[in-house]
C-alpha cells in the first residue's frame, strides 16, 4: 500500500508501469480502482497513477466540512505529483476527477501537457435545483448509506452501464456501497456542492492553451451542455460524444474510451493536435 502524507491528510496511490506520467482522477461513486481497464492499457508505455482522493478509504477521512473543497482536491493532486517529483503530466478525469482535471489547467498549466476531460459539469445546469438536490442526498448518506448508495447505482445516467456490463455494474455498486458515508457526505456537500459551475470558469477556461480532449456520454444528460461549452471556451480542446452511454463512460467503453485517449496523446506527442 503506497500512502503519501499531503496537506494534512494521508492520500493512497498506485503507480503502474514506466515512461511519460499520466494521472487519473476518479469521480464522485468511483475511487482508484475504476480506472483497472485504462491502468491495463496505458500502463504498457507510461506510468500510470491512481489515487483515493481524500475522503476515500485507505485515504483519509478527515471530519468538518471545512476538510472538503474544490480546492482541497486541487492541491492534492498537485501535492501528489510534487510528492511523486513529477514535474510535467497527462491529467485526466471522469465526472469529479474531470472538473479537477479542468482546475488543474487553469492553475497549474506549467504542469499539465495534457488534459483529458471526460463526463465533466454535472450540476452547472440549473445549480440552484443541484445545490438542493446535493444537500438531500448528502443527508440520505448520513441516514442510510447503504439504501442510498443502491438507489445511486441505479440512476438515470448509470443504467446504461447495467445494461451493457451487469457483472461490471454490480461490480461498481458494491465498491460504492463500502464506500466511507462520512466522506462521500462531506465530500458531496463541499466538494459537489460548492465548487464553481462550468459556467463561472468562463474567463479562466478561455486563457486554457494546453491540449485538451472534452469526453461525454451522449446520454449523460447533465454533461452535455458544459461539454459543448468547454469546447466552445478552450481554444486547444476537441470534443467527442461517445453514443448510446451514459455517466460512467471509461467502465462502459472501455476499448473506445482508451482509443481516444491513445490516439490524442500521440496526436500531442507528435505536435499534430
Known amino acids: 500500500m503506497s500512502i503519501a502524507s499531503i496537506n494534512g491528510v494521508d492520500i493512497y496511490y498506485e503507480t503502474y508501469g514506466e515512461g511519460f506520467p499520466i494521472i487519473f482522477s476518479h469521480e464522485f461513486a468511483g475511487d482508484s480502482q475504476s480506472w483497472m481497464p485504462q491502468v491495463n492499457y496505458f500502463s504498457r508505455k507510461y506510468k500510470v497513477i491512481t489515487y483515493n482522493d481524500r475522503g476515500y478509504p485507505p485515504s483519509s477521512v478527515p471530519e468538518g466540512?471545512?476538510?472538503y473543497s474544490?480546492?482541497?482536491?486541487l492541491e492534492d493532486l498537485h501535492g501528489l505529483l510534487n510528492y511523486l517529483d513529477i514535474k510535467e503530466a497527462y491529467i485526466a478525469g471522469l465526472s469529479m476527477g474531470g472538473g479537477l482535471a479542468v482546475s488543474f489547467g487553469i492553475k497549474y498549466p506549467q504542469i499539465a501537457k495534457a488534459l483529458v476531460i471526460a463526463g465533466a459539469g454535472s450540476g452547472s445546469d440549473n445549480s440552484d435545483n443541484w445545490k438542493e438536490s446535493v444537500n438531500?442526498?448528502?443527508?440520505?448518506?448520513?441516514k442510510d448509506f447503504t439504501s442510498w448508495a443502491d438507489s445511486y447505482a441505479k440512476g438515470p445516467q448509470r443504467l446504461q452501464y447495467k445494461s451493457k456490463d451487469p457483472k461490471g455494474w454490480n461490480i461498481f455498486r458494491d465498491?460504492?456501497?463500502n464506500h466511507s458515508p462520512l466522506g462521500s457526505a462531506n465530500t458531496f456537500k463541499n466538494v459537489q456542492g460548492k465548487r464553481k459551475t462550468?459556467?463561472?470558469?468562463?474567463?479562466?477556461?478561455?486563457k486554457i492553451d494546453i491540449p485538451s480532449l472534452i469526453i461525454v456520454g451522449d446520454e449523460d444528460?447533465?454533461?452535455?451542455?458544459?461539454?459543448?461549452?468547454?469546447?466552445?471556451?478552450?481554444k486547444n480542446s476537441g470534443l467527442v460524444f461517445v453514443p448510446k452511454t451514459g455517466h460512467t463512460v471509461n467502465l462502459e467503453e472501455?476499448?473506445?474510451f482508451n482509443q481516444l485517449i491513445d490516439e490524442f496523446l500521440s496526436k500531442v506527442e507528435n505536435n499534430t493536435w
Open 65 to 67: 466540512d471545512d476538510n
Open 221 to 234: 444528460e447533465p454533461c452535455i451542455n458544459p461539454g459543448i461549452f468547454l469546447k466552445n471556451k478552450m
Open 136 to 142: 438531500n442526498q448528502a443527508s440520505l448518506m448520513e
Open 175 to 177: 465498491a460504492l456501497v
Open 198 to 206: 462550468i459556467y463561472e470558469l468562463e474567463k479562466e477556461i478561455e
Open 70 to 73: 474544490q480546492e482541497k482536491s
Open 254 to 256: 472501455p476499448s473506445l
